[in-house]
Nanobody
Framework: EVQLVESGGGLVQPGGSLRLSCAAAGFTFTNYFMIWVRQAPGKGLESVSGITAAGSSTTYVDSVKGRFTISRDNAKNTLYLQMNSLKPEDTAVYYC???????WGQGTQVTVSS
């Protein structure tokens, strides 16, 4: 059974940090480009960041550049998103996904508020 399970979300004050994790199982994680996508309340999906299969190249949407860092541990089949200097506009449900394989996680809520 294919699983992508996100964790690490929560409530944090502006300027704070969170580290999201996405544990993958049931498919060859190491073969796929992985992404983090978010959906803010009342808005559409936004691709936040992506990382190549080997972890050698990353991409970020402009609004998170310099604040978020995507990484992966292929030995642990796990994707990460380190989020620093969080802003209220980062509030969203965050999903990990492998578009190439067609798999999505269930999402984890991140709320940035004082």
């Amino acid at each position: 059974e294919v699983q992508l399970v996100e964790s690490g979300g929560g409530l944090v004050q502006p300027g704070g940090s969170l580290r999201l994790s996405c544990a993958a199982a049931g498919f060859t994680f190491t073969n796929y480009f992985m992404i983090w996508v978010r959906q803010a309340p009342g808005k559409g999906l936004e691709s936040v960041s992506g990382i190549t299969a080997a972890g050698s190249s990353t991409t970020y949407v402009d609004s998170v550049k310099g604040r978020f860092t995507i990484s992966r541990d292929n030995a642990k089949n796990t994707l990460y998103l380190q989020m620093n200097s969080l802003k209220p506009e980062d509030t969203a449900v965050y999903y990990c996904a492998s578009i190439g394989a067609g798999y999505w996680g269930q999402g984890t809520q991140v709320t940035v508020s004082s």
